[in-house]
């Protein structure tokens, strides 16, 4: 299973950016989808989740300026940033809670990683 991070760059504050994570290989099936930051010298943090049953939650430093969304039937979540700020900058990676086979376990796999960078 590989997950792909895309859609980060450079923003000036006050911008936004659509972050896609797109799962592919032997899935059968995902429960949570997540989003995760790092920034220099910082350990990972998560940002927002998305779990199979629908519900989401957000780090309190995103609420009400991200939101995150899957697309099911592609295997995707997505993460739209609002109202970016300075401090938002890091490299943005996914995960996905991924059952491989109907009889399998659960196992965690991680994207690469996409940097966003917020600054004038």
């Known amino acids: 299973v590989q997950l792909q991070a895309s859609g980060g760059g450079l923003v000036q504050p006050g911008g936004s950016l659509r972050l896609s994570c797109a799962a592919s290989?032997?899935?059968?099936?995902?429960?949570?989808m997540r989003w995760y930051c790092q920034a220099p010298g910082n350990g990972r943090e998560l940002v927002a989740a998305?779990?199979?049953?629908?519900?989401?939650n957000f780090a309190d430093s995103v609420k009400g300026r991200f939101t995150i969304s899957r697309d099911n039937a592609k295997n995707t979540v997505s993460l739209q940033m609002n109202s970016l700020k300075p401090e938002d900058t890091a490299v943005y990676l996914c995960?996905?809670?991924?059952?491989?086979?109907?009889?399998?376990?659960?196992?965690?796999?991680w994207g690469q990683g996409t940097l966003v960078t917020v600054s004038s």
């Open positions: 290989g032997s899935i059968f099936s995902i429960n949570a």
């Open positions: 995960n996905a809670d991924v059952r491989t086979t109907i009889n399998s376990y659960t196992y965690t796999f």
């Open positions: 998305s779990t199979g049953g629908g519900s989401t």
